[in-house]
């Protein structure tokens, strides 16, 4: 690492190795448990979430539920129920610690914006600029399953950091991938998606993934990517540090975001969820599949997915929300301007997922509620926005309302309907 920062100084990339986030002449307090009914909200309404999640659990439909529930910058609900490990007969506790999967995408997208802002770089600068293995990028014309042999045409124009931000890239997603020509391409190429006990480094993994085709020309279409954990390791060379580390010194020891890691340390390795799946009538532990269950606490420890890398509690996501629902600033000290937070949550994609047609669009971290989803009633204002986990974990954050929601489980192959549910409550809640 000591060699790239080197490297980025000659070409005046890094001026420090660490920027502290500036003071703000704002001074949000941080996240405290207050009654409902001081920020506008009924107990007696808010109290319906009890049975929904009691009743989740009686009915097997999930072994365990922590819920989290912010209005006006005050916690105003925030319990757990049933099992963090039916095996070993361990009840979850609220601040037990979950994968969270795809939620770190919000995060890694965030650190990126930082940079951005000191500006080290462009968001339509080509991703070759600063790792050129992307360079001269193919796009997947014709492919043989008997061999895995494939033809293509070269792209019309280069992966920008926007495209990566954006799902708009074409790179794919290996394993769970919807197009099965690109989940052979990529086991072929032994890309690492999401997880790993192996002693893999993200640069090693995105430099392979540079040299396989694409799905399509970059900015045409939204396809659900890898294009996170290709920035995770942009944001080592742009910052000259470990992106565990920048992440820890820029956002979540400045936030006080205590529980959330890529790897958990020894003394909190106990309060880490099982992943569960039903099994004749009863929840059992995941078995190891595509990666390990226990790669949070076990193995090589040294592959951060941007992506889909982190584990974290209900109450530190929703921290992390909060600095969002207060324009870039928490606790006196600022992460992003408010005008960048605006660009973060400004469709970014333009038709892509459907246009007004659709429920949604998507910014530069986020999906975002459009008029015709807060039109279906009890998902959030126009312009909430929101994401979810592979591992059955979701959030929402409603700028207008004021309100965050974290509801987290940890199952596979298990279907339940509590995230609508969850959200259902919430707003049935409002009483102001």
């Not at 949000?28 to 989740?56: C, F, H, I, K, Y």
């Not at 968001?123 to 042999?149: G, M, R």
């Amino acid at each position: 690492m000591k060699q790239v920062f080197l490297l980025l100084s000659l070409f005046g990339l890094a001026t420090e190795l660490v920027q502290a986030q500036t003071k703000s002449l704002k001074n949000s307090p941080p996240l405290t448990e207050a009654a409902p009914e001081t920020v506008g909200m009924s107990s007696e309404r808010l109290n319906r979430l009890d049975g929904v999640l009691q009743n989740a659990v009686a009915q097997s439909s999930v072994p365990g539920v922590s819920a989290l529930i912010v209005r006006n910058g005050k916690i105003v609900y925030y319990k757990a129920f049933g099992m963090a490990d039916n095996a070993a007969n361990r009840s979850l506790k609220r601040d037990d610690i979950f994968r969270i999967a795809s939620m770190s995408k919000a995060i890694t997208s965030t650190a990126v914006m930082m940079l951005w802002e000191e500006g080290k770089f462009q968001l339509d600068d080509p991703i070759s600029k600063y790792i050129p293995e992307f360079k001269n990028q193919t796009v997947l014309k014709n492919f043989k399953f008997q061999d895995s042999t494939y033809t293509t045409e070269p792209v019309k124009s280069e992966i920008t950091i926007r495209h990566l931000l954006t799902h708009t890239s074409g790179l794919g997603y290996g394993v769970i991938d919807a197009d099965e020509r690109f989940k052979a391409m990529y086991h072929k190429a032994g890309i690492v998606d999401l997880f790993t006990t192996e002693p893999v480094k993200i640069g090693d993994n995105i430099k392979k993934l540079a040299k396989l085709p694409l799905h399509h020309h970059p900015g045409e279409k939204y396809v659900y990517s890898e294009g996170l954990d290709v920035l995770g390791y942009f944001i080592e060379l742009m910052s000259g540090m470990p992106f565990d580390e920048f992440l820890r010194k820029r956002l979540f020891e400045p936030l006080g975001m205590g529980d959330t890691y890529f790897y958990l340390p020894d003394a909190k390795a106990s309060r880490l969820v099982a992943i569960q799946k039903p099994q004749n009538g009863q929840w059992v532990r995941y078995p190891n599949t595509f990666y390990d269950t226990e790669y949070p606490i076990k193995g090589a420890k040294t592959f951060f997915s941007g992506g889909a890398g982190l584990s974290s509690t209900a109450k530190d996501y929703a921290t992390f929300l909060m600095m969002y629902l207060n324009g870039g600033e928490l606790g006196g000290k600022r992460f992003l301007s408010r005008t960048t937070i605006q660009t973060i949550l400004s469709n970014q994609v333009g038709d892509l997922l459907g246009g007004e047609k659709a429920n949604s669009s998507y910014g530069l971290a986020f999906g975002l509620l459009n008029k015709a989803g807060e039109d279906k009633g009890a998902k959030g204002s126009t312009g909430t926005f929101e994401w979810g986990g592979y591992f059955n974990t979701n959030y929402f954050a409603d700028p207008k309302e004021k309100i965050i929601g974290v509801i987290m489980k940890q199952t596979q192959s298990s279907g339940d309907n509590l995230n609508n549910l969850f959200r259902q409550v919430i707003y049935q809640s409002i009483d102001d």
